[in-house]
């Protein structure tokens, strides 16, 4: 998986600036918002991660047609503001699956696959930049060129390791279920540092530095970087979003009450 992320960031040079710099810049913006205060805007969170999820759903699971892929994205977008303490329970079991392969697939992660399709190579080898729609195209092909080969590392893992990852999921569900604001607070800002880590790689790609192979050159230090940043996250909301998440549940009762009260006033004087 290495080897393709960093053969993307060398077709990197070729594709488009605007979406570089446009999808770099939301994606760190919004993942400092959510590093920092996820939780306070947690139904927010719930919604954008609704949508994402369905979104890869309707792009590699049901089919890769516009229909799809806006008929996904809408429908789990609504499940998730709906069921919104099940959907980010579900989504820390995600993150604790997603971290949990990357840790145990190690020796995976560094072979060289051998399996950049052609167009992708053609794009590496072009001169001057593609156009927006094409980089679009070929940023979608990059993605499920991973998506495959994250499936075919799986299928290569023994039982004890997939049952080590079963394991971490469990406890994951289980932490949501008994600390759920616990569990809120460390998946948000987890996720808001995987998309600040993501805004600045695609910024610094687009500035023509090569931030993967340094990533990848470096790794202990920058997943020790990743969870210091997603501890100190969590800490953040559970000390400050949980009081303001109160505040706004005391405002919300004391304009119910004030509204009854009128309501009895009225009632007795007629």
């Known amino acids: 998986m290495l080897y393709i992320l960093r053969h993307f960031e060398k077709t990197a040079v070729h594709l488009d600036s605007t979406i570089l710099v ?9 993942g400092l918002v959510i590093w920092l205060a ?9 919604i954008i991660a609704g949508a994402a999820t369905g979104y890869i759903i309707g792009l590699f699971v049901v089919g890769r047609n516009i229909i799809s892929v806006l008929a996904s994205t809408c429908l789990v977008a ?7 303490k099940l959907f980010i329970t579900a ?12 840790l145990l697939a190690g020796p995976y992660l560094a072979e060289n696959p051998g399996t950049i399709p052609t167009t992708l190579q053609n ?3 072009t001169a001057g930049a593609l156009s927006t729609g094409r980089t679009i195209e070929i940023i979608k092909e ?4 991973l998506f495959a080969e994250a499936r075919h590392i799986s299928s290569q893992m023994t039982t004890f390791t997939l049952a080590v990852i079963a394991g971490i999921v469990a406890a994951a569900l ?18 808001g540092t995987i998309l600040v880590f993501a805004g600045m790689i695609m910024l610094l790609l687009y500035k023509g530095v090569e931030p ?11 997943a020790t970087v990743f969870a210091a940043m997603a501890v100190f996250g969590m800490i953040v909301q559970l000390l400050f979003c949980r009081h303001a998440a109160k505040k706004r549940l005391q405002a919300a009762k004391k304009g119910s009450e004030k509204t009854a009260e009128k309501a009895s006033i009225a009632w007795r004087g007629s």
């Open 22 to 30: 446009v999808s770099g810049l939301v994606a760190f913006l919004l």
């Open 38 to 46: 996820g939780t306070a805007f947690r139904k927010f969170l719930a």
């Open 78 to 84: 609504v499940l998730a503001a709906v069921f919104e």
């Open 91 to 102: 989504l820390a079991a995600l993150l604790a699956a997603v971290i949990g392969f990357v």
């Open 123 to 125: 794009a590496q080898n």
């Open 142 to 145: 990059y993605a499920a060129v």
């Open 174 to 191: 289980i932490m949501g279920f008994f600390f759920w604001n616990l569990t809120a607070a460390l998946a948000a800002a987890t996720v």
């Open 212 to 222: 993967i192979s340094q990533i990848s050159s470096r790794q202990t230090f920058y």
